[in-house]
Antibody, heavy 122, light 113 residues
Framework: QVQLAQSGAEVKKPGSSVKVSCKAS????????VNWVRQAPGQGPEWMGG????????NYAPRFRDRVTISADEFTTTVFMELSSLASEDTAVYYC???????????????WGQGTTVSVSS | DIVMTQSPDSLAVSVGERATINCRSS????????????LAWYQQKPGQPPKLLIY???SRESGVPDRFSGSGSGTDFTLTISSLQAEDVAVYYC?????????FGQGTKVEIK
């Protein structure tokens, strides 16, 4: 049974960066796309980007492309999401979520981390 | 970009009654080559991540009770809870995975009347 365990809550100042980790347990870490989805208070989820560790292929949503970096460490089976130039509007719960199936095909997300709250305030 | 619009924003249903949630996409999410609708439904309870209920518009995820069903094609979709239970109180989201942006709807809050 695959599980995704995320790092703890963060409090950041405007203009700074945050790096959130997502450790995967279970088999076939490299062959599943892991995505990052954020959810601002009272809002619906929003996809930020995803990585397929097998090829190191990363895709980003255009609105985040210039300030988000998603990476993976196959030895620790951990995926990272770093978001820079933080503003108050980035206050949200950030989730990692795995695609329901291997490879790069378009799929929904069936395994989710518990979420990491990132608060941005001066 | 594909815009996903759900209706209603909230609804209150008596235990044992039917709950129906609608989702409309601004363009078709039916892929012509495989005849699949790239549409999923999620359930989210307070303090929890979304849980996948339905994919390919009508396929139920393993372990999801059969009172949950999905229907529709192209741009118009429906999630039906045939007999609402107390544990079904949650916010429900549709999501398209046809486009790279994998856009979610704004959510529909289901409560007990």
């Amino acid at each position: 049974q695959v599980q995704l365990a995320q790092s703890g809550a963060e409090v950041k100042k405007p203009g700074s960066s945050v790096k959130v980790s997502c450790k995967a347990s279970g088999e076939n870490f490299k062959t599943y796309t892991v995505n990052w989805v954020r959810q601002a208070p009272g809002q619906g989820p929003e996809w930020m980007g995803g990585i397929l560790p097998l090829f190191g292929t990363v895709n980003y949503a255009p609105r985040f492309r210039d300030r988000v970096t998603i990476s993976a460490d196959e030895f620790t089976t951990t995926v990272f999401m770093e978001l820079s130039s933080l503003a108050s509007e980035d206050t949200a719960v950030y989730y990692c979520a795995r695609d329901r199936g291997q490879g790069t095909s378009a799929l929904p997300m069936d395994v989710w981390g518990q979420g990491t709250t990132v608060s941005v305030s001066s | 970009d594909i815009v996903m619009t759900q209706s209603p924003d909230s609804l209150a249903v008596s235990v044992g009654e039917r709950a129906t949630i609608n989702c409309r996409s601004s363009q078709s999410v039916l892929y012509s080559s495989n005849k699949k609708n790239y549409l999923a439904w999620y359930q989210q309870k307070p303090g929890q991540p979304p849980k996948l209920l339905i994919y390919w518009a009508s396929s139920r995820e393993s372990g999801v009770p059969d009172r949950f069903s999905g229907s529709g094609s192209g741009t118009d979709f429906t999630l039906t809870i045939s007999s609402l239970q107390a544990e079904d109180v949650a916010v429900y989201y549709c999501q398209e995975y046809y486009s790279p942006l994998r856009t979610f709807g704004q959510g529909t809050k289901v409560e007990i009347k």
